[in-house]
């Protein structure tokens, strides 16, 4: 039985999976490896070690499964997106520290750029909010403030990658240089209209074109992996980890949402064959490329998710286990009108508060923590609820059915919610490794383990469907309830000074 092997390489850890043609689990290892820190609001990782541990979970994976190397038809990657990486091609060493998607180093030079003007044009060939996340101006970083880079740049010596394009180039021993078309739309660099490197960008951000990678459809072989001693395992499918999640989930319909419930959310609509422009400051990314065939997604993201659970565990102290809200929270019949406004970090979709910060609303002499822990879980699913709206009202697409993974999914009560106030099903599937899986199932159809995504369509099951079962009355009365706090929470943020 043919095997696929997901490589997931994220921003903590790096881990392995394999997948049989069922679309089962086999074989798993994950390593987490080390975060820098050199300043405030820079974060940094070592290329070599995301490397190092990259291939450890992979070589562990096949010993823990008993695996025969033979028996791996294909490799899948997906990657924590736009970190940057710049590399000396003769040598392999990369030059400089690889900067983190979350480095907000270059966030001045963003704030000259949107003086300039320049936010419109960006969004306009991008997709892209005008952002320090992105790749373009790490990579500028990189160039600019390590000593020779601009020489050697001019010279053809460097390669710059994001992280799939750095784990290609180390299975292939540096014989291929390329990005699919998902991560190369995280750069700030390409073209999602014309698919390609955009020259009026590379000359903005001032990025000789003999750096860049070329790029690739999702799906297909991008080359063949040579460091499994005698083996040549052909890498057949890539994409970034949320546009990963959204094929894992197999949202391939224009229409089709996923929602990610991890430490923030992360929510992606396809939106078929039209890059829809955003008018809430949502991105508009490639999806996949297939067969030719360019798919477009919306993307959002609440900053505090689960991590408002975290916030009840380490700084509350409510509860031991973040597991444990579930009880707690059932503890009492409703809120009773409390609301947690989680604004840790300011406020995105779509309000778009930087200066906003957490509130707790409607206190009552008779509140206690477990209405506290009720209104912080409900605060998950009404910032989930917003972003879902500003895609629709952008998209113009109806919704049949949300479909949810991540580690707070677990949470039957937050998921009844979620359905109850968006009065549509959440749909929360048997796998929920659903970024490795988008991975192997971009993979597997490379090399025709699958011959369509129909093929692929009996590996994907659901476990639990939630189904709306609150009356509008009381959905709209709640709503109602959250949109008058999160006003409030503005209102409080308005007499910052900037
Ligand atoms: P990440 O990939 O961002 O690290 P995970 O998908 O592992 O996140 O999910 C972890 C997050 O989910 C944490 O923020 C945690 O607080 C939250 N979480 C885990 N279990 C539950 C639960 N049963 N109910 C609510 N939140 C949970």
Known sequence: MPLILALDQGTTSSRSLLFDEKGAIVGMAQKEFKQYYPQPGWVEHDAHEIWESQFATLAEALAKARIDPHQIAAIGITNQRETTVVWNKTTGEPIAPAIVWQDRRTASYCDELREQGKAPLLQQKTGLILDAYFSATKLKWILDMTPG??????????????????LIYKLTKGAVHAT???NASRTMLFN???????????ELFDIPAS??????????????CTVIPGTRIPIAGVAGDQQSALFGQLCTEEGMVKNTYGTGCFMLMNTGQQAIVSHHQLLTTIAWQIDGKTTYALEGSVFIGGAVVQWLRDELKVINSAPDIEKLAASVKSTDGVYVVPAFTGLGAPHWNAHARGAVFGITRGTNHAHIARAALDSIAYQSADLLKCMQADAHIPIRELRVDGGATANDMLMQFQSDLLDCNVVRPVITETTAMGAAFLAGLGVGIWKDQQAIATCWKTARTFEPQLPD?????LVKGWQRAVKATIAWAGDQPN
């Not at 020489?151 to 799939?164: M, N, R, Y």
């Not at 860049?212 to 459809?217: A, D, E, I, T």
């Not at 009355?473 to 009365?477: E, L, P, S, V, W």
């Open 192 to 202: 999602i209209h014309t698919l390609q490197w955009d020259s009026e960008l590379l």
């Open 180 to 182: 699919d078309v998902s």
């Open 473 to 477: 009355q009381d959905r709209a009365q």
């Open 211 to 224: 750096v860049l990678p070329s790029v690739k459809p999702s799906s297909g072989i991008i080359g063949e």
């Open 149 to 166: 880079a601009r020489q050697q740049a001019a010279a053809g010596e460097l390669a710059f990658g994001t992280i799939d394009t750095w």
